[in-house]
């Protein structure tokens, strides 16, 4: 099996670290089902 | 059809499979076959999972969902973004460390053989079942425009995929499926403006969103928590997060996507894509059902949307009855709308909430004598609990589209079809191959020896898939049968792979134990309980885990442990 190395770990092109990525993901999709739950509750 | 329809619907085909051979050539080595080489940019990675996940039944029943139930639906995708980061962060740089062509390969790197065959086995029997179904949906299509027998369109749907699949591997696959999801995009945004444009001129879009609203139609967060409620905000958040991260963690017609990847860098760029666009593309789609529910406000539909069983009790007694009272329902809604419509802009409250009660009591009566219709469904002999949800938006389509969309929007169902069947014959071909024929039966032979095997594999799952297709019929809304077939098993899958990243102490036969108990719990809570699918993937899971790590302590194995 090939060491870790083997296949570098690449920062994203954007946001510097991957963990930075994740926490805009997870923030983006707070914001989705917000604006999902205020889309219900003004149209129902 | 008009002519034009067909040469629109017959040019984007075949420009779609010979442009996904063009961009396969040189696959002529397992490596290039099976996995592109580790050549594909992310973008192409990120369609083509977007394709592969988006059948022809996320179009067919999708909208035919937002017409009768709302936007519910959409919150089913809730747990994408969150099993995605999970999925970047741990899965991906491992698979592409660990050189794998398939993910059960993985398994036997980390625990052992009879673990590695047993996921290899539960993953062939959940896809090869849906495979049958992904097939099943564009012969709803055709059956219902040009009164083709199912069959017949589902072995010429099958016979396109297999040829180009077989011939140019996971690289054509890729690459037709960038230019499918391309027409998809285009399909949908012409069908959404179509609509708009045909309601009625008084209507604005501000109106036909506050009707579709007043009758439930954009409900698209329920907040409430119930076990047996297949789509709510904690459903979608626990048991969707499970369920895509089996589905895009452990299913090798997904893994096999972003295993194609040059760096991993671009593995998970292709999934952080599908985190951020699933969502809006899927409320996209729903929101397209719930306006055509607005279109036929005002224009009356059928009192059943699919043309064989309106046939069937137009021969009965009681269809002259059923038919009167829905068209004085439907003229009552109607009217019921424009009246609430002008209370709305009258902003006068009170007069606003009689109107609402009105409106939506002229929508459960409308709601009455169509169920009253599928019962003489059955009562004249057809299926038991008729439903036909699946027909609502090709209705609209082939009845309302300009010359010409028509086409296109057919052509995006075969899209979508093709390009998930070939995502799903392609993994399956791969994993009998590489898992089962590789490492059982033949384990030394030429590289061009396993190429043909591939080629030969993937012809197998194409016939197989055709085969099985005539099933679909019997399965009811496709879209959920898809998702409860896959809920079945993605659970097992999910715990061996749960407890190969996070629990180093968990040996071979640990693993490979809690595996069958976690497929037997969840075919007991399916057959004898009415929890909703969603959770299957979460108790699957956990039982997995729980049995394995007490296996693995009761014989005396104490280094179980969370990594």
């Known amino acids: ?44 | 059809m008009s002519t034009l329809d067909w040469i629109v619907l017959f040019g984007t085909l075949a420009s779609i499979v010979t442009y996904g051979l063009y961009r396969s050539r040189g696959s002529n080595t397992v490596d290039r076959f099976l996995l592109a080489g580790k050549t594909m940019p992310w973008y192409a990675m990120a369609l083509s999972i977007m394709a592969t996940q988006a059948s022809a039944v996320t179009f067919i029943s999708t909208t035919g969902q937002s017409y009768v139930d709302g936007m519910r639906f959409v919150q089913f995708y809730f747990g994408l973004p969150i099993a995605m980061v999970i999925l970047c962060a741990t899965v991906v740089p491992v698979f592409h460390r660990a050189k794998v062509f398939t993910a059960y390969e993985y398994l036997e790197q980390r625990f052992d053989s009879k673990t590695r065959a047993l996921a290899s086995v539960i993953f062939l029997c959940q896809r090869g079942l849906s495979a049958g179904l992904t097939l099943y949906a564009p012969a709803i299509v055709l059956s219902a425009i040009l009164g083709w027998p199912d069959r017949v369109t589902i072995a010429l749907m099958g016979l396109t995929v297999i040829m180009y699949t077989s011939l140019g591997g996971v690289k054509a696959v890729t690459w037709s499926d960038v230019q499918q999801m391309c027409i998809i995009f285009l399909g949908l945004v012409a069908s959404l403006v179509t609509v708009i444009v045909l309601l009625p001129h008084s209507i604005s879009f501000p109106d036909a969103m506050y009707l579709a609203g007043a009758a439930g139609r954009l409900n698209a967060v329920t907040t409430h928590f119930d076990w047996n409620d297949r789509f709510t905000l904690w459903s979608g958040l626990i048991g969707g997060t499970f369920l895509f991260l089996s589905y895009f963690g452990c299913d090798q017609s997904q893994v096999q996507r972003y295993l194609t990847g040059s760096s991993i860098e671009q593995s998970r760029l292709s999934l952080i894509f599908n985190a951020v666009a699933k969502i809006p593309m899927q409320f996209f789609i729903l929101f397209i059902g719930a306006m055509v529910f607005v279109f036929y406000l005002f224009v009356q539909p059928p009192v059943l949307f699919e043309q064989a069983a309106l046939s069937r009790i137009q021969t009965s007694g009681d269809y002259g009855a059923v038919n009167d009272q829905y068209a004085r329902a439907f003229e009552q809604r109607k009217q019921a709308a424009f009246q609430l419509i002008e209370a709305h802009h009258a902003h006068d409250s009170a007069l606003e909430s009689r109107q609402i009660a009105e409106y939506r009591s002229a929508q459960r009566a409308i709601d009455n004598v169509r169920d009253r219709a599928a019962k003489l469904v059955e009562t004249t002999g057809g299926e038991r609990g008729f439903s036909d949800t699946n027909y609502i938006f090709l209705s609209f389509v082939t009845r309302y589209l300009p010359v010409g969309l028509v086409g296109l929007v057919i052509a995006v169902m075969f899209a979508a079809t093709m390009s998930a069947s070939a995502g799903e014959i392609n993994s399956l071909a791969t994993v009998s191959m590489i898992d089962l024929y590789r490492r059982y039966f033949r384990k030394e032979a030429s590289d061009h020896h396993y190429l043909m095997a591939s080629r030969w594999a993937t012809i197998f799952w194409g016939a197989y898939a055709i085969a099985s297709a005539g099933f679909g019929r019997k399965l009811g809304s496709l879209i959920v049968a898809v998702n409860v077939l896959g809920s079945l098993f993605y659970g097992s899958l999910l715990g061996v792979f749960g407890l190969a990243f996070f629990f180093r102490g968990v040996r071979g036969t640990a693993a490979f134990w809690g595996m069958l108990a976690g497929e037997a719990v969840v075919f007991w809570a399916f057959f004898f309980t009415g929890i909703s699918f969603l959770w299957y993937n979460v108790i699957g899971c956990a039982v997995v885990i729980a049995t394995a790590l007490s296996i693995t302590y009761a014989t005396g194995n104490s280094q179980a442990h969370v990594n």
């Not at chain 1, 770990?9 to 999709?29: H, K, N, Q, S």
């Open chain 1, 1 to 44: 099996m090939p060491g870790p190395r083997d296949i570098p770990d690449e920062p994203p092109p954007f946001l510097g670290t991957w963990p930075r990525v994740y926490l805009a993901v997870l923030i983006y999709l707070g914001l989705i089902i917000a604006i999902c739950y205020g889309f219900t509750r003004a149209l129902e």
